[in-house]
C-alpha cells in the first residue's frame, strides 16, 4: 500500500484518459509543484528588489505572493477533496490565478515607463510562467470535461450536441433527425404543388 493516496482529482483524469495522467504520481507531484513555484519565485524575487515594501509597487508584488499562495493552498484541496467536482472551489481557483496574472502587466509598465530593465525582465518572466501555468491547469480541465462528455454518450448530431443515456438512444436521435428533414422536404413540396 503506497504511504500518500492517489488525490481524487488524478483518479478522475486516469479514469477519462487524460493525457499524461498515467504517470507516475511523483512525476505529477513534481510538474504541479514546478508550476507552482516557478511564477512564485519571480514574484518574490519582484518583491524583494522594492526598497519601499509599503509603495504601491511592493505591495502589488506582496499581494502576488499571498494570492498565489492561497491559490496553491486551495488547489490541494481540490486535488485531494474534491477531485474536480465542486465548481465553487474551481471559480475561487481560476478567478485568483487570473487575478496575480492580470496584475502583473500593471508592473511591466511601470518598469517600462521608468526605464527600470531588472524590473522588465522580472514582471516578463512572471507573466509568462504564470500564463503557462494557468494554460495547463485550463487545458488539464477542458480534457477532463471534453472526456468526460464523451464518456457520457454525448452525441454529436448536426452542429448541436445531445446527451443521450446509451447508443440506442443516439440512434433514435439520428432516425428522428432524418425524419424531420424527410417531413419538411414532403411539406415543402406539397406547398410547391399547390
Excluded at 494554460?135 to 452542429?159: C, D, N, Q, T, Y
Excluded at 440506442?168 to 428533414?181: E, G, I, Y
Aim: glycine share 8%.
Amino acid at each position: 500500500m503506497p504511504f500518500v493516496k492517489t488525490p481524487g482529482l488524478v483518479e478522475r483524469l486516469r479514469q477519462h484518459d487524460v493525457s499524461l495522467s498515467g504517470c507516475n504520481l511523483c512525476v505529477i507531484s513534481a510538474f504541479g509543484l514546478l508550476l507552482w513555484a516557478a511564477p512564485l519565485v519571480t514574484y518574490v524575487m519582484g518583491y524583494v528588489r522594492v526598497d519601499d515594501k509599503w509603495s504601491t509597487e511592493g505591495i502589488v508584488w506582496m499581494t502576488n505572493i499571498v494570492v498565489h499562495a492561497t491559490t496553491g493552498v486551495a488547489v490541494d484541496v481540490d486535488l485531494f477533496f474534491c477531485g474536480g467536482t465542486y465548481w465553487p472551489l474551481q471559480m475561487c481557483i481560476v478567478g485568483l490565478a487570473t487575478f496575480v496574472t492580470f496584475t502583473i502587466p500593471a508592473l511591466l509598465g511601470l518598469y517600462l515607463a521608468t526605464g527600470d530593465d531588472e524590473g522588465v525582465t522580472i514582471s516578463m518572466t512572471a507573466l509568462a510562467l504564470a500564463c503557462f501555468s494557468n494554460a495547463a491547469m485550463v487545458s488539464i480541465l477542458f480534457e477532463l470535461f471534453h472526456k468526460g462528455m464523451i464518456g457520457r454518450g454525448v452525441k454529436e448530431v448536426g452542429e448541436v450536441r445531445l446527451r443521450t443515456a446509451s447508443p440506442v438512444d443516439a440512434s433514435f436521435l439520428d432516425a428522428t433527425r432524418t425524419n424531420r428533414a424527410a417531413t419538411r422536404e414532403a411539406l415543402a413540396a406539397r406547398k410547391a404543388q399547390k
